[in-house]
């Protein structure tokens, strides 16, 4: 082989580079997002989504970053000592921080998980946010369900700092657990009208829906957390904690009890409005 015929074949090899180089940079323009590594090999797409982590976070006293040290398989006898014994994964983890509980837990946290998710969940070294209640021991956790240990990202934690935040406040919107007496009151021109329906909350505290109609207008709802009824009471962002309460608790439909005192029409109008506030809300969007 000649020199010229080495330094042709060059060419053409590093040619052959240039293009393929050229064909990862288009690639990477036309699909940005599915270009970029996720964190520790998640697919971000796949992780839960608003009213998955503040489900989570409401049942977790505890809230904890943490990186996994050690996985160990271990079989637990059934409490009455009769039958197979259960399979368990043993999760040996270290503490980083505590996104919710008091201080107090050591740097060094077990707890037991399903082993079928040893591939698709728990790896070591990998970072995970646990959402746990206490154990029985110092330094035992419980997860508070089968998805209650999530692999970290950034971005997942500042959606479960967010809603934690929120949730902590003194004047957060209390979980619903029903709905009160919902009320019509007619205009005095055709088309009019405004129609009232007071929550039963958790905690005790008052929340109200309002829905207004006026002629030649779209109709417009509101929340309003307090005793008064506030005709400028605005509807909640989606993804926000006041949405969820409402999207995740609200029933489909007025109950009979909500609206036996009102006359057949007025019944029927409040029905409309609260349909219209379910399907101005949206899906709650649960997925566990």
Known sequence: MTYSHFLEIGHKTIFKY???ITFFIFAFMAHPLSAIATTDGIDK?????YSD????IEASPFVINSRIKAINRVKIPPADGQGTPHRYLLIKAE???LIRGQDGLPQTITFLANPDDNKTVYRKKRRMLVFATSGQANGQIRLVSRHAAQPWTPELEAVVRSITA???KHDSPPAITGIGDAFFISGTVAGEGETQIFLKTQSGAPISLSVIRRPLQAPRWGVSLGEIVDESAVTPTRDTLLWYRLACGLPSRLPYESIRTLSSQSAESAQRDYQFV???LGSCGRTL
């Open 18 to 20: 240039l293009i393929l």
């Open 45 to 49: 797409e796949k992780q839960y989504n």
């Open 53 to 56: 982590m503040a489900d989570l």
């Open 95 to 97: 503490v980083i921080s």
């Open 166 to 168: 929120e949730m902590l």
């Open 278 to 280: 379910i399907e101005s």
